[in-house]
């Protein structure tokens, strides 16, 4: 026996009879035609869904600066082991930059999306 069921038996009619009025109520606000075209026509907008996943696209911008960091260290690290290759691993170290920074505009550019999105 649920806790429920308990309760509607032990309640007193009075309070039964609020519950099944409003319910009533209710159906018939839901059924109206009033309120059928109203709802229809309203958008809802999620707005802080969009703010939530936004924020969370904009946190892959943390890995974008670790990744830079790694690429200008490993530059550094490189250039101290062989300094006659420095030419080689600078055009390297840019190409690397490149592509961290694509990541950047793309997480930059799905944040801004998701933010404009309803």
């Known amino acids: 026996m649920s806790m429920v069921a308990a309760f509607a038996r032990r309640a007193p009619k009075s309070v039964l009879g ?9 159906n018939a606000t839901a059924n109206s035609d009033i309120f059928k075209t109203t709802m229809q026509t309203q958008q809802v907008r999620h707005a802080g869904a969009s703010a939530i996943a936004a924020g969370l696209a904009a946190a892959g911008l943390g890995g974008v600066a670790q990744g830079l960091g790694t690429v200008f260290a ?3 690290v490189g250039t101290a082991r062989n300094p006659a290759i420095k030419d080689d691993l600078f055009t390297y170290a840019m190409m690397g930059i490149g592509f961290v920074e694509l990541i950047m505009f793309v997480s930059i550019g799905f944040a801004v999306v998701l933010m404009t999105s309803e």
């Open 18 to 26: 609020m519950f099944s009025q409003r319910t009533a109520a209710v």
């Open 74 to 76: 490993s530059l550094v």
